[in-house]
T-cell receptor, first 111, second 113 residues
Framework: SQKIEQNSEALNIQEGKTATLTCNYT??????LQWYRQDPGRGPVFLLL?????KEKRKERLKVTFDTTLKQSLFHITASQPADSATYLC??????????FGKGTSLLVTP | DAGVIQSPRHEVTEMGQEVTLRCKPI?????LFWYRQTMMRGLELLIY????????DSGMPEDRFSAKMPNASFSTLKIQPSEPRDSAVYFC???????????FGNGTRLTVT
């Protein structure tokens, strides 16, 4: 069966450090993968999209990698700030239009 | 751009009652999605519309659930009759097309007692 796995344990890091979140998947061949941020009581907000032929994508302090051999994406936030505290969701393309989401990893950045 | 607008924000109802959730997508977006989020199952896709036509409703849990999109600026998700296990946050999302990033509303938190 198809699975998208994100670390269910919260990630606690100190301000200024790099946060790295992992998304592993099985039985998918996604054309692209997306990362979203979700704050309590709000809907997810799109951050980055990376396609299967791209190894890495950057946007300001964010970096995403996509390894289709390992079936894994890594999401990095450099120089993390308390305002980066949120739940981060990875989402995989399925059937050309549907996005299937992982359950997310909660990030807490402490001053 | 007002974003995707959902109403109501919170809904508390008794088992057996009909519930209607509403969504106004972003103008110009031709794809609309309904998702449900719970702690146990995360975000689950319920139904996908393209140009107001339901394309994939395989995620709709039971016949108690139905969704409509009478025009490009309005969609509803109805549960009749509601059950306690339907308690969740229901999100509507729209996108420019089926392959573009999703823009989510802030959801409707449904509690069925």
């Amino acid at each position: 069966s198809q699975k998208i796995e994100q670390n269910s344990e919260a990630l606690n890091i100190q301000e200024g450090k790099t946060a790295t979140l992992t998304c592993n998947y099985t039985n998918y061949s996604p054309a692209y993968l997306q990362w979203y941020r979700q704050d309590p009581g709000r809907g997810p907000v799109f951050l980055l999209l990376i396609r299967e032929n791209e190894k890495e994508k950057r946007k300001e302090r964010l970096k995403v990698t996509f390894d289709t051999t390992l079936k894994q994406s890594l999401f990095h936030i450099t120089a993390s700030q308390p305002a980066d505290s949120a739940t981060y969701l990875c989402a995989l393309e399925n059937s050309g239009y549907a996005l299937n989401f992982g359950k997310g990893t909660s990030l807490l950045v402490t001053p | 751009d007002a974003g995707v607008i959902q109403s109501p924000r919170h809904e508390v109802t008794e088992m057996g009652q009909e519930v209607t959730l509403r969504c106004k997508p972003i103008s110009g977006h031709n794809s609309l999605f309904w998702y449900r989020q719970t702690m146990m199952r995360g975000l689950e896709l319920l139904i996908y519309f393209n140009n107001n036509v339901p394309i994939d409703d395989s995620g709709m849990p039971e016949d108690r659930f139905s969704a409509k999109m009478p025009n490009a600026s309005f969609s509803t998700l109805k549960i009749q009759p509601s059950e306690p296990r339907d308690s969740a946050v229901y999100f509507c999302a729209s996108s420019r097309d089926g392959n573009s990033p999703l823009h989510f509303g802030n959801g409707t938190r449904l509690t069925v007692t």
